[in-house]
């Protein structure tokens, strides 16, 4: 099946100011969009709820988390095999070069538990929707956008617009999502 990331529509739902806890950071506050995403790839049981957390203007450089939540995810048993609902993506500010109003997210692999990053010559071996003109023209190497102490800057990175959440949406869906569908 051919996926086209142009057929996932994200539609606003909701918008509020918010408190989160993540791992590294521990509480964030800011904003939380919600969208109800229609999949038009699939036929049946393809609306999902989505959730962008955008912190404060003073700690955006921690990153636009998106994610799911459990009772927001279809009845499809690949949701629930794979544990879908506990994706998320991180989208983290730029730091270099032309790219300085766009936000950056590691393209990792879906299925995979540990953290596999697909690097400098396998963008030929990433999943098909990654293949389409509307991801490889965002596409970039992480040394190209934004400056690092670790050895990751050879790793493939999607980049959007900080405002662009349709885009970011697509991007985790794409990571995310249609490989475990």
């Known amino acids: 099946m051919s996926i086209d990331p ?7 739902v909701s918008e509020s100011h918010s408190t989160w806890t993540t791992k590294m950071n521990g509480e964030m506050k800011g904003i939380e969009y919600i ?9 049946a049981q393809n609306v999902w709820q989505v959730a962008l ?4 203007a003073s700690r955006i450089w ?7 939540d459990k009772n927001g995810c279809p009845p499809r048993k690949a949701v629930k095999k794979n544990l879908i609902w506990r994706k998320s993506m991180v989208f983290m500010p730029t730091t270099k070069g032309i790219h300085l109003d766009h936000f950056y997210g590691k393209i990792f692999e879906a299925d995979r538990t540990t953290k596999h990053v697909a690097k400098r010559g396998q ?3 990433m999943f098909e929707a990654l293949q389409t003109s509307y991801f490889r023209s965002k596409m970039r190497l992480k040394g190209t956008v934004a400056e690092s102490d670790g050895h990751d800057l050879e790793h493939q990175v999607l980049l959007a617009k900080p405002h662009d959440h349709q885009r ?4 985790f869906f794409a990571l995310r999502v249609w490989p475990l569908l």
Do not use: S, T
Request: aromatic letters at 8%; proline letters at 6%; glycine letters at 8%.
């Open 168 to 171: 970011m949406i697509r991007a």
């Open 53 to 56: 957390q955008v912190p404060q």
């Open 6 to 12: 142009k057929l996932l529509i994200a539609a606003p």
């Open 62 to 68: 921690q990153g636009i988390v998106v994610r799911f």
């Open 35 to 43: 969208y109800r995403v229609k999949d038009g790839n699939y036929r």
């Open 123 to 125: 963008r030929g071996d």
